[in-house]
């Protein structure tokens, strides 16, 4: 008699959007252990802060999501929806500090974008030109408020001595590199020119319609104002002896020179870029770091995790 074979079992498909909704939380897990003292350190010293100034710090980082969100906006032509575009920029902002910088922000919203319905070409494009409105917003800032404050920031510990010739040789290292790169091949050079091309493109639909000009370079603007604000108020709450504007204009230069350090969220380099920029602007060593390990918890680390949260939900809701 021939033994009867039970039926092969059905394969069963890999959860891969639990999984991805998992993710995140596991994520801020792993980074929350390996920076534990600085945490322990940064709640420490809120205890001894003046409370309302570190509300206004709060404020100030919640209206940055806002910013986002407005900005955002004003790089596309088509109407988002508005209640998923902003909880889509808080999610970016826990998924920023999760991975490189820029990356996990970049990776939320162009997926928030295609999935509106706009072609990836275009949210790419759109993603471009936010990068570069945001990016001017920040240096206009930057070179505002030096010209206004000329003799505030003192270069030298910012920039060690012998280090600005290799920088420079660096940057142009890479951008010759990149040009070589696109002249011998072909295929990237065409890629590139296509991009361009969709890029200016929708440049040119945002800026006929002045409520999306107004609403990308208003945002812009406002998103690193709002937080040289947050730091600033955190400074006053932990009696930081520097004017609001000098603490301003050491954020603004802090993050401008981090912007291409790829660590998640700029953990290390920019406590480290912060703290070096307050005292270059005359705050006290021992002051400058309390002031830049709370202003990380407030704006970093408590949003985190509810952060991660919203980005699970919306991966598992397909907003994303």
Known sequence: MTAVLPPPARRRRLPVRQVLCLLPLLLVAVVAVRHRQVLAEGFGHLASAKWPWLLAAAGATCLTWVAAAVSRQGAVVER???LRLLATQFA????????????GASAVNLRFMTVCGLPLARSSAALALYMLAEAVGRLGLLAALLIAFPHALRLGPLVPDGAL?????GIGAVLLAAACAL?????????ALSFLRTALGEARSVHTRPSR???????????????AAGLAAVGTALGLPVPALHMALAYLAATVAVALIPTPGGIGSVEAALIVALVAVGGPVAVATAVVLAF?????????????????ALVRLKVI
């Open 80 to 82: 988002l929806p508005r």
């Open 92 to 103: 970016a902002g826990s998924a920023n500090h999760l991975l490189p910088t820029g990356l």
């Open 165 to 169: 010739g290799p920088l420079l040789i």
């Open 183 to 191: 002249v011998c091949v072909r295929r990237l050079r065409a890629a």
């Open 213 to 227: 000009a107004l609403a990308l370079w208003g945002g812009s603007l406002a998103f690193p104002a709002l937080q």
């Open 296 to 312: 990380r918890i407030i704006t970093v680390w408590v949003p985190l995790l509810p952060g991660a949260l919203t980005l699970g």
